[in-house]
């Protein structure tokens, strides 16, 4: 198109013009999609463990090729004797492996726009390593999803050991090569033909074992960087973060397992399409279920490296596992979840899984932790269920664990006790000076709260002093079961009536609710009524159950 009054000279330099721009766009369009998709870990992520993100058996890409470590020579081998298989299968070997050639050549540059770092490798050297790791994947996901493809002697499936190394060392961060160099040579080898599955279905087939069951048939991004970029989008939530005010971050905001469960919170199973969505609602922590596996540290460590390096990366990864890490802190933790079947474990002990997700330890900011908005949630529901629970608590207090304790004990079970509540029974021996036992250490501030667990155990009881009758275990062994309310123990050595009175500031407390033992005038004169103490100097409210005996 030519403008009047401009000589064609001018209308070409503007052509020319706009052929620059459309350039620099896809120019610019390209370095953004692609620039530093995969960098070096820094030191402070790997230092102490090494084997966990640098190769052991398998080098794939440019950044641990030519190394001084001879364990990744046997696959080298192995590369090129896979290169030629995969290449093989054409009616025309040369020409099909001339075409790999000239297309990778055209992607060159591009190819090492993926990398954070210069590679010192020429041209027509870089285009030769590109090509053997990825036919060598290729092969490799093909031998494994058709059995009748493998020779029998095919080092990469003598033995589960050796696929298991394989599988770790193509999750590695910095063992990655460009998904798009993948998918192209996948385009231009020849695939057998009883083969109708896309590269994307063999990937996630060879890596099942680290793909959780209900993920499998998930959406995958149009735009997959490399093979741990696809396994990563099957540990992405499905849903949005929801905005919140918390000030800043950390484990304080993610309260044990355990201690949601203490809480009336119920911690459940949840069937969703992402192991990510976690979701707290009405009460209820839903966690997705997550199998540990010998892969789950190294896959999560790497994954949490590609977050940290890879520039405009989400760290939604790093977040589930600093999660996990808040909500799973103890052996006791691990049973909440195991017996939820929220964590699913064939072989790690419960101590061991929490040394391992203690081994994952990893910083996240306020802006970057997703589950900020869960974590308040729940803090707010912590605050309101423990006004709810000390406020309504019911406090018994027994003496020897007498019949008219008992009476008391089931008047409040009866008829104040509820959903979520704490029943607290407090138990006040003769101050006596003990030789021995727990007496000695608890003696001035009493007892620490002791579960039903352990006051159902003969055993533990007798270091205090206390057997508690059948009848009274009974009772609250039903009411903690039936009622869903939390049981506990407090025994304090001294003067009933002052200790009972401590009790209510020291727990605290916010109502009592006693037993009378039924002592005439003169008996209450010589010997005081509990009872009527507590009733004139309790700072709360005092309930007394009167006995018929």
Known sequence: ?????????????????????????????????????????????????????????????????????????????????????????????????????????????KARKFYGQPIPMGRDRLVELLLLDACFIIELFLNYAFKSLRRRDDPCFTSSDSLSHLRCDLILYENQIPFFILDQIFHLV??????????????????????????????????????????????????????????????????????????????????????????????????PPLEIHSYTEILFR????????????????????????????????????????????????????????????????????????????????????????????????????????????????????????HLIMVVVRPDCHYESGEMQLWETTGSPLIPLSDFSNSTIMKKYGINPDAESLDIVTGASKQKEIVVLLKIYWGDAREKLCVSVDNIPLDSLVVGNRGLGKIQRVLMGSVSNYAVNNAPCPVTVVKSND
Not at 209 to 214: A, G, H, S, T
Request: charged share 25%; aromatic share 6%.
């Open 1 to 109: 198109m030519e403008i009047e009054g401009e000589s064609p000279k001018h209308v070409t330099l503007d052509i020319m013009h706009e052929d620059a721009l459309l350039s620099s766009i896809k120019e610019k369009m390209e370095h953004n999609s692609l620039s530093n998709c995969v960098c070096k870990v820094p030191e402070e992520l790997y230092k102490g463990n090494e084997e966990k993100y640098f190769p052991t058996t398998l080098s794939i890409g440019p950044l641990h090729h030519n190394t001084t470590n001879h364990t990744l020579k046997p696959m080298e081998d192995q590369k090129w004797r896979y290169l030629n298989t995969l290449i093989a299968r054409a009616p025309n070997s040369e020409a099909t492996l001339d075409t790999c050639i000239k297309s990778l050549r055209q992607v060159e540059q």
């Open 190 to 287: 020849p695939i057998p033909k009883h083969c109708h599955h896309s590269l994307i279905d063999l990937a996630l087939f060879f890596f099942k074992k680290l793909i959780p069951e209900n993920n499998e048939k998930k959406i995958i991004a149009p735009q997959t960087h490399h093979l741990l970029d696809l396994i990563r989008q099957d540990y992405l939530p499905t849903h949005s973060t929801h905005a919140v005010t918390i000030p800043n971050i950390g484990h304080t905001y993610i309260p044990q397992a355990s201690r949601l469960v203490s809480l009336g919170i119920r911690v459940e199973r949840a069937t969703t399409e992402s192991t990510a969505n976690v979701s707290f609602f009405n009460g209820k922590l839903s966690i």
């Open 302 to 421: 790497n994954l949490i490296a590609m977050e940290h390096c890879s520039s405009g990366c989400s760290k939604h990864v790093t977040s589930y596992v600093v999660l996990l890490e808040g909500l799973i802190r103890s052996e006791r933790d691990v049973r909440v979840v195991q017996e939820r079947e929220i964590l699913i474990d064939g072989h790690e002990r419960e101590r061991e899984i929490v040394f391992l997700l203690q081994r994952l330890h990893v910083d996240v900011t306020r802006d970057e932790f997703y589950y900020r908005g869960l974590c308040e949630e729940i803090s707010k529901h912590q605050t309101r269920r423990r006004d709810v629970c000390w406020v309504r608590m019911s406090e018994v207090y027994h003496r020897n664990f007498s019949p008219c304790s008992r009476k008391a004990l089931k008047w409040a079970v009866d008829n104040l006790a509820r959903k979520g509540d």
